[in-house]
């Protein structure tokens, strides 16, 4: 019998194949067999995806990552790093200084530019690599930059030294001193590390005692604390407690106690002598003790060139958290509760601490790091956990932190987002992406695959994330075959869709998402590797905010799909068009008086068009992007019809939403048999190209017959730079 089975949304976009017979689940209902070039509306209907727009090249035409910094709604710049150097693009356009671009020399070479992770905290950008210390990069002006090791004078150490036979003893407790160890201890690397002593025997410093003799300058301790009395013959009453400064104690007589210094003091390596001997500036008073006698009551740096540097930075909970460095991969630093630059060890609440997560792998390296809803997450390379006080009236600290294994995937080397403040993360294998939700029910955090219901698209390899808000919610990844991935996620609406996004021949190799000057949109710019008449050459491309959803005029003045494209608006008509960035290369144009191509611009770029147009897209066309329904599948009286053959009667309805053009064409397949295509149809038909001005919205009709076949479905095909977006077939 006749039947036409309807598809009243395609929001679950490109499906995976194992898929293919599941007629009872909601993915393969709103589902595609095929969704490149086209994204999926958590409406329901799918959409052309926007194309790019043409703004620079990188240095030298150079690899290159970018960084969104934004430091208010409505200022947002992107910073290229490329090998040693820093450029600064602020909507689209390169900011310059005496007519120049600004650059800014850097500390990070082009063969680890793929390590790079940062956080921001205002105006200021701490990066990391793993390989070097921590990079402060702080913005004065937009033409005004600086970048800086991040130097800390505090902290971190590691454990203290526990062998009593290895000792060290410093040459005076204040300035440049000398450290004597008796073991071969040192190395060059050690220069800039940290030193932290403590002192071991406190024989040499008489203990307080009340109402005793004593003369000025006397030097008395009091618990950990050192003091040296600065007034009076008496040590008085009150024995001395403040930790800074000039304290009177007993106004009597007189007595003042000069706090010096309490247990430790921390040294700076400034030389390497030998491998017995540095010296070294005081950054903390060094106690005396430890210029009296030796002490092994000592601890390094734990970032040095010694030990490695942290590869991974968050802010969390007013906190700067660091992890995994070369030689402590599974430790997690905290700083200072509000001072992201100090990481002197304390036990107080609101003090720096650090832990090390466990592991069920031999080598559990942490590889990132980024806070949520729910606490601090921890992406490591075979588990995930996540860290939260343990009492709701205070942060997270050294005595209310509580770490819990979350679960056992493992991450890759790629930061995550978190868009509602459940992490998005892309596991060990590359190839599929897991959010961390909380459980009401379980009482925990737990892993829920994003990927599974297309997870052919992660085959090759997920390397990057981002996640664009508005105008729709989206997730952008770049894959290691260049191309793009979209992701749309809507929880409350139980929208979970993908799809393959190619940007015609071009390779994306860093793409960032930061505010438009408006700060209503969102932009996505992306790197884009291109090979234009012969050479190969790295473009700086924004992509247009078009998605199907516009309304106004502008929705068909502003559509843009076509890649690396040019933005010319000519107020007094012109019919000639110059793109020396596509010289040689075959373009289209969407303009306002139709659309045009594919031409082939000539060897400087330039383009003549048979009318006089005001307003242009001109670039270039992906001619592999297309949209096709999964098997149609009709009732039968015993079931469905899978493997029966079965035809497509004519008429084709389709419910189409502001477009201009497009093509559907019908697709039979069979056992051991190459594809039948049927040939494309118009969606709308037109007479010339220069019909091209308007779009149409509401239901159409298609004759669109097949002969009989085991399996049927229709193509969607995009008409050049036409806009195109259908919400429902029937």
């Known amino acids: ?379 490591a390379l075979g588990e995930e956990y996540s860290t939260r006080s343990t009492t709701e009236q205070q942060g997270i600290g050294p005595t209310t932190a509580y770490f819990a294994r979350d679960s056992a995937i493992g991450s890759a080397e790629v930061q995550p987002i978190a868009p509602d403040g459940a992490p998005i993360f892309v596991a060990r294998d590359g190839a599929r992406v897991f959010q961390m939700t909380y459980s009401l029910q379980r009482d925990k955090v737990r892993p829920i695959e994003l990927s599974l219901p297309s997870q052919h698209i992660g085959i090759p390899g997920f390397r990057e994330i981002a996640w664009q808000s508005a105008p729709q919610q989206l997730a952008w990844l770049r894959r290691g075959d260049g191309t793009l991935a979209a992701m749309i996620h809507d929880e409350e609406e139980d929208v979970l869709g993908w799809a393959v996004c190619p940007v015609a021949d071009g390779f994306v190799e860093s793409i960032v998402v930061t505010s438009d000057a408006t700060g209503a949109a969102d932009v996505v710019t992306m790197i884009v590797r291109r090979e234009v008449d012969g050479q190969i050459v790295r473009m700086l491309e924004e992509m247009s905010v078009t998605y199907g959803t516009l309304t106004g005029a502008q929705a068909l003045a502003d559509a843009n799909h076509l890649f690396a494209a040019a933005d010319i608006t000519a107020p007094g008509g012109t019919d000639a068009i110059d793109v020396p960035h596509l010289a040689n290369s075959d373009v289209y144009c969407w303009t306002d008086q139709g659309q045009y191509g594919p031409v082939t611009a000539s060897p400087t770029g330039r383009i003549d068009l048979p009318v006089t147009v005001t307003h242009a897209f001109v670039g270039l066309f992906d001619p592999t992007h297309q949209t096709e329904t999964l098997p149609l599948q009709a009732p039968a009286q015993d079931g469905n019809t899978m493997g029966r053959r079965q035809r497509l009667h004519s008429g084709l309805g389709l419910r189409l939403h502001r477009t201009a053009a497009g093509y559907v064409q019908e697709v039979e397949r069979e056992i051991d048999a190459p594809d039948r295509v049927g040939r494309p149809q118009d969606l709308l038909p037109r007479q010339v190209a220069a019909d091209l001005v308007r779009t149409y919205s509401g239901v159409c009709r298609i004759d669109a017959p097949s002969g009989f076949a085991g399996e049927l479905s229709y193509r969607f095909l995009p008409d050049g730079a036409a806009p195109m977006t259908v919400l429902a077939s029937v």
């Open 1 to 379: 019998m006749s039947f036409s089975p309807p598809q009243n949304a395609f929001s679950s976009g490109e499906i995976s194949p194992l898929l293919y017979s599941r007629y009872d689940y909601q993915r393969f209902q709103t589902g595609l067999r095929t969704c490149r070039g086209f994204l999926p509306l958590r409406q329901g209907g799918f959409t052309r995806m926007p194309g790019t727009l043409f703004k620079g090249y990188t240095h030298a035409n150079a690899a290159a990552r970018l960084i969104a910094f934004e430091f208010a709604r409505d200022d947002a710049v992107v910073l290229e790093f490329s090998s040693l150097r820093m450029r600064v693009w602020r909507y689209g356009e390169l900011v310059m200084t005496g007519g120049v671009p600004f650059e800014l020399a850097t500390p990070f070479p082009g063969i680890h530019l793929d390590k790079l992770q940062w956080i921001q905290s205002a105006d200021v950008i701490y990066l990391c690599d793993g390989l070097r210390p921590i990079q402060k990069l702080s913005r004065m002006a937009l033409d005004n930059w600086s970048i800086a090791p991040l130097l800390l004078d505090t902290g971190p150490f590691r454990a203290q030294n526990l062998d009593e036979a290895v000792t060290v003893r410093a040459s005076a407790v204040v300035g440049n001193v000398t450290i004597t160890s008796n073991s071969p201890i040192f190395s060059n690397p050690h220069m800039g590390a940290l030193l932290q002593l403590t002192a071991q025997d406190y024989s040499s410093i008489a203990l307080w005692t009340g109402n005793t003799a004593v003369a000025v300058n006397d030097v008395m301790r009091y618990g950990k604390n050192i003091y040296r009395l600065s007034a009076g013959t008496n040590t008085g009453v009150n024995p001395p407690i403040h930790t800074e400064g000039i304290e009177k104690y007993d106004f009597e007589n007189g007595t003042s106690w000069q706090y010096l210094s309490d247990d430790f003091g921390v040294v700076r390596i400034t030389g390497v002598t030998s491998k017995f001997v540095v010296t070294g500036t005081v950054l903390r008073r060094l106690p005396a003790p430890v210029v009296a006698a030796p002490t092994y009551r000592f601890a390094q740096g734990a970032w040095s060139d010694v030990y490695g540097y942290p590869a991974t930075l968050e802010i969390h909970d007013q906190r700067l958290a660091a992890a995994a460095t070369r030689t402590e991969p599974r430790t997690v630093w905290f700083s200072t509760l509000g001072a992201f630059e100090d990481f002197e060890p304390s036990t107080e609440a609101d003090g720096s601490f650090a832990y090390g997560i466990a592991g069920r792998s031999s080598v559990n390296r942490v590889l990132w790091l980024r806070g949520g809803s729910r606490g601090l997450h921890i992406g």
